[in-house]
């Protein structure tokens, strides 16, 4: 008989703590995400104004304050681009969708007939025999309720950006106070780095990608005649940022609103298999490449991340899970104690994107060759 595995009472009682605190802390976040989803969404934008304002540093002769005024008139007028793009286009959507709301329920009516005729069923249902158990009014409440916390959302994140940019200039003294010796002071500039660094990668790895198949996505829309095909190529590069599900809504939407618009089944078919296969290349080949260089998270966090992160913040939480989770890796990494969760969250088990690269990058040694004995070099 085997004996048990006895664990020492100090670590149990400091994972049994650990464990604690992680149910905690995940419980204030959801009681707080009020207060701490704007905050983090300010932080996000935060971190890319630095990032756009170094960029622009590096390729113009501006020096680092007309840079970084620069790189906030151009985040936060893609911030408020972004909001109005969504508001409008979906209001011209729904607007044009109004104006054939005649042919809308005929059309439903004509799929799900050629549905059942395509599996040789009778009696197919009719569109208002699937609606009248549904309270469409409290949907639109619900939707209009999204909508105003969208808008409110936005003014209290560009009010906690303009605080953060505040605090930012004293955050170097701040660093000085906390870390007065140089040595523990460069460590934690270190992982500031790591944090950024990793958060940067994936918004460039996303943005490059999304451009791609936003490019594709808005020629077959234009090419089959799709209502508002700008407004949908847009959506498809925002929900690019939601890991997974984002391509799931990409690759599925468009076609499922050609099949309402057109009487014909081809312009659905075509967006559905194109969409497909260029989400297919993207995420296969193209954006594993790119994060093998910015990121070094494993694909199994990513989705669990995406599910804690969605089921606390919602929508914010599906676009934040990811560099959540990057952050939480660099952070983890540099305590002994916890730096075994940090190795468990990345790819190859190396939490520093950095050193990974470089150890994928360094050719094998070939082992080195004895030297001849003597009695060899003799004959």
């Keep these: ?64 304050r007309w840079a970084g005024i620069a790189a906030l008139t151009l985040v936060v007028l893609g911030f408020f681009a972004s909001i109005g793009i969504i508001v409008n286009g979906a209001a011209g959507f729904f607007g044009e969708a109004s104006g054939v709301s005649q042919n809308l329920g005929p059309r439903i009516d004509q799929i799900i007939h050629d549905s059942y005729g395509l599996f040789h069923l009778a009696n197919p249902p009719k569109t208002q025999d699937l609606i009248n158990g549904v309270d469409l ?3 639109l409440a619900s939707a209009a309720f999204q909508a105003q916390g969208v808008v409110s959302s936005a003014f209290f994140v560009l009010i906690y950006l303009g605080f953060l940019l505040a605090s930012q200039m004293g955050f170097q003294r701040k660093v000085v106070g906390m870390f007065p010796f140089k040595a523990q002071r460069d460590e934690a500039v270190a992982i500031f780095q790591r944090v950024r660094g990793g958060v940067e990668g994936y918004i460039w790895v996303q943005a490059v990608t999304g451009v791609m198949v936003c490019a594709v996505a808005w020629a077959l829309m234009r090419a089959v005649g799709l209502q508002n095909a700008e407004f949908w190529t847009f959506v498809i590069f925002i929900v690019g940022f939601i890991p997974m599900l984002g391509g799931a809504i990409a690759g599925l939407a468009p076609p499922l609103f050609a099949l309402v618009q057109f009487e014909s089944y081809w312009p659905a078919l075509i967006l559905l298999v194109g969409l497909q296969i260029i989400l297919f290349v993207v995420g296969n080949f193209i954006q594993p490449r ?9 694909p199994v966090v990513v989705l669990l991340a995406l599910a804690f992160w969605g089921k606390l913040w919602g929508v914010v939480g599906m676009f934040l899970s990811t560099p959540l989770a990057v952050m939480a890796m660099a952070i983890l990494a540099e305590f002994k104690g916890s730096r075994w969760m940090a190795v468990l969250l990345s790819g190859d088990g190396n939490p520093y994107a950095e050193e990974s690269k470089a150890r994928r990058a360094k050719p094998a040694q070939k082992p080195k060759k004895s030297p001849p004995k003597a009695a060899e070099a003799a004959d």
């Design 137 to 139: 009014r409290s949907y």
């Design 1 to 64: 008989m085997e004996t048990p595995i006895t664990t020492p009472a100090p670590a149990a009682s400091r994972n049994a703590l650990a464990i604690i605190a992680t149910v905690a802390a995940g419980a204030a976040v959801y009681w707080l995400r009020d207060i701490l989803t704007p905050l983090a969404m300010a932080l996000f934008l935060l971190i890319m104004i630095d990032g756009v304002k170094r960029s622009i540093a590096a390729r113009t002769p501006l020096d680092d």
């Design 290 to 298: 790119m994060q093998g260089d910015n990121q070094n998270i494993d």
